[in-house]
């Protein structure tokens, strides 16, 4: 377990991602999938209102309601940090205060949970106040509704500026950041995790998985059958294999999956304190599980960062 930023939360090193829920995977093999990560040890969920209004006929929050169900079937809500987001939703794309306070309600409606322990904003506003944006998040705070707040995909920059407001306010201030990082996306290394670092914050990076390439499955005339085959197969390249190679031999040395080398080498770099990542079905969680305890050495941290190095 490890402590998230400058909240009380504390996290299974592994958050499941539940974009797929109500997606490319159904409710009973969500339900499969959650229960697999519960009884593997994983304590932390990601989900968002938006998730999954990209699918035909889906208007946003199948995922959430999925995981409301599950939560009462498994009857173990306090066991679970449950994060979900606001401000991407057709029509509610914004983080003004009305929409901050309804989305909130609409969220802790399909989650049937009488709190958000993690209620981040789903990405950056800028054309309303961070004050007004804060200041709700705030009231979500002080009624109770939300645990704590935390940012997604801001830029080094507004992240700081919005940790300012909070300050001067005396407003809640956001423990996290929820940005794209992995193997083979290293962009968030820099200014941005300066940022979280000099903060106090913790990293929950998305695409832990590379939308899947970084389980190995993506390989030089392998034809995948995936939702996600057109993002995740454009990093099969030169580099891309050398990645897929470090990998490989890895997770030889410690008989485990490419998906939990991959996951763990997340887990330890600097500010980062549970990668998320999702699976369509209980045998693909079950190659992600192992990345819940699995401690890789030095020598192989460097030779997996020297590999993906651009
Ligand atoms: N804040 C944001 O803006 C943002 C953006 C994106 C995602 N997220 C969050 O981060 C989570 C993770 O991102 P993601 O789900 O898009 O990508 P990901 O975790 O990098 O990739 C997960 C996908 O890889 C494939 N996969 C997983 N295990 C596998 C296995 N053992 N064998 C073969 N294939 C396997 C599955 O897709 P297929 O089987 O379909 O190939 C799975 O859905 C999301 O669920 C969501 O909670 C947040």
Redo the contacts with the bound molecule.
Sequence with gaps: MTKLGTSDLEVSRL???????GW??DEETSFAVLDGYARAGGTFV???DS?SAWAEGHSGGE?ETIIGKWLRSCGNRDGMVV?T?VG?LTGMDDLKAATIERAAEDSLRRLGVDHIDLY?A??DDPDTPQEETLAAFDRLVRAGKVRHVAA??YTAERLTSALAVSEREGFAKFVAL???Y?LVDRSYEGELSRAVADHGLSSA?????????????YRPGVA??????VG?SKYLDERGLRILDAVDEVAGNHGT?Q?AVALAWLAEQPTVAA???????A??????VPALDLELKADEIAALSAASRV
């Design positions: 958050c499941l991602g539940g974009n797929v829920f490319t995977a990601d989900t968002a998730y995922s994060a987001k991407m981040y789903h990405r997604s995909n929820q940005q794209a992995n990076p998305y695409w832990g998985l590379a939308k899947g390439f970084l389980t190995g499955k995948v059958e995936s939702a996600r085959a995740a999956t998906a990668p998320i990542a999702s699976a369509r079905t045998e693909q969680l079950a190659d992600l």
